[in-house]
Each structure stands twice: as C-alpha cells, then as structure tokens.
C-alpha cells in the first residue's frame, strides 16, 4: 500500500506563490507516475500536472502551464507543485495521487491508484 499526505495549501492573494508538498509511504518503490488534481465546490476532479518517477517527464493542463511547476525528491518520496501567478479559479482542494502503471492516462482521475487527503488553496481577488 501506499499512503500520500499533502501539505501547503493556505490563503494567497491573487498574483501571489504557494508551494504544495505530498509525502509518500508505504510500497513507493512501486510509484511509477505522481500526479496533482485538484477540485472546486461543484465540479468534476480536473487534472492539474504529473511526473514520471523514472526519467523525470512531466505534464500540465493547459490552464496551468507557465505558472506551475511539478518537481519530485524521490530519494525523500515527495513530490511538490510550485504554484506562482494564483488565479481566483485556481482556488480548490489539491490532490495528489500515485499511479503504479508506467503508461496510465496520466490526466485522467481512474489512472490513480492512490490518493491523499487534499489540501485547501484559496486565492482571493
């Protein structure tokens, strides 16, 4: 099994950075893709970025890109998502979650095999 625990989210201002963290433990030997999704009151789970673990490649939505960057310590099983340029609609909970599958839809919810908790990010006008 593997468990995941996001830290870092909070209240910024529009303009404003926050740093988003998700330790892993557990089987993390077995993580091949790390990836952040994130979710608003209402809507649907919509994918934010991911990482390879091994090779390092990574994707974003297009929403994202430019202003977040997705990065990965493996030797401490945490992954983070920089966030700079905050956005009102980019105010949700953040999830991470780790996919034991090399070739999985990396942007796609059921791709996951684990997930953490969520952090709340709120930025405000």
């Known amino acids: 099994q593997v468990q995941l625990v996001e830290s870092g989210g909070g209240l910024v201002q529009a303009g404003g950075s926050l740093r988003l963290s998700c330790a892993a433990s557990?089987?993390?030997?077995?993580?091949?893709?790390m990836g952040w999704f994130r979710q608003a009151p209402g809507k649907e789970r919509e994918f934010v970025a991911a990482?390879?673990?091994?090779?390092?490649?990574?994707y974003y939505a297009d929403s994202e890109k430019g202003r977040f960057t997705i990065s990965g310590d493996n030797a401490k099983n945490t992954v983070y998502l920089q966030m700079n340029s905050l956005k009102p609609e980019d105010t949700a909970v953040y999830y991470c979650?780790?996919?034991?599958?090399?070739?999985?839809?990396?942007?796609?919810?059921?791709?996951?095999?684990?997930w953490g908790q969520g952090t709340q990010v709120t930025v405000s006008s």
């Open positions: 979650a780790a996919d034991r599958s090399p070739i999985g839809a990396k942007w796609q919810v059921n791709a996951y095999d684990y």
């Open positions: 557990g089987r993390t030997f077995s993580i091949h893709v």
């Open positions: 990482i390879n673990w091994y090779g390092g490649s990574t």
